[in-house]
């Protein structure tokens, strides 16, 4: 079998070029940079505070909300993905069935936030 | 040709992933395999002419599902690696169960059928078709109109739980 890869190639392209973009001056810099390190330089941040103990610690059980909410909001975007690509042979029906759909769930975002579910503190 | 090596590379790299997400000591890196192998799963679908399907486990697997197993994995005591050692002696269970899957899609291969057909691989070619477009099409002009909204529903029923629960714990 041959399947038709369509316009996949183009995808792929970007995947690599947008890898690269990312990895190739990570690689390259420690190449090409002078070395002459010193402990001002060695420190976590040039300028702030030192960090204190291991960053693997147990997180603020509160911001598994967040989470939810993300999720919530991730499974809105995979009913708003095939509406956009076939919103140009739907009709303003299908625009009201959407605004209706994204109203309920603006209306569970309201609630977090009147919650303070969303406060950082 | 380029279909089998394609599925041969994908495939080797989801199994290398699966014994590393396996063998990983710490658990984040356990996670992050299994978002290599999800985005490989997504690239067989892909390979199958599935594109929607392959964004949905994109989306939904490798995005909310991982930050989920991520956030309870921070929310866990992440440095407690010697925990990981009582899963080693699940090793026979796992064996067993994983050979009775082994068994299970050999038998459908062999003597499976999806739509009256033979189940077969490499599978027979789809002709391409913008599958976006056509579940896009047929989600909003054909009566489900009903069932789309009531998702809505079920999706702010999880907003309210998840702010009752963390709201209560506080």
Known sequence: MQTDWGNWGYVALFLLIATGFAFIPLVLSPLIRPRNPNPVKQATYEC????VGTSWIRYYAGFYVYALVFVVFDVET???????????????????????????????????????????? | MIDTL?????????VVAAVAMVVARRAVHSAL????????????????????LAAVQIIVYAGAVMVLFLFVITLLNPAAEQQLADVRSHG??????????????????????LAGQPASFPPPAVPWSDNVQAIGEGLFTTGFLLPFELTSVLLIVAIVGATVLAKRRL
């Open chain 2, 33 to 52: 395999f299994l978002v290599v192998i999800l985005f490989c799963v997504a690239l067989l679908y892909l390979t199958l002419s599935a594109e929607f």
């Open chain 1, 48 to 51: 702030g505070i030192e960090t």
């Open chain 1, 78 to 121: 995979i009913f708003l993905y095939p509406w956009a690509v076939a919103f140009g042979l739907l009709n303003w029906f299908a625009l009201i069935e959407m605004a209706i759909f994204i109203g309920i769930l603006l209306v569970g975002l309201v609630y977090a936030w009147k919650k303070q579910a969303l406060r950082w503190w």
């Open chain 2, 6 to 14: 394609f599925f041969a590379l994908v495939a080797a790299v989801a």
């Open chain 2, 92 to 113: 026979i269970v796992a064996a067993v169960l994983a050979g009775v899957l082994l068994i299970e899609v050999a038998a459908v291969l062999r003597w499976g059928t």
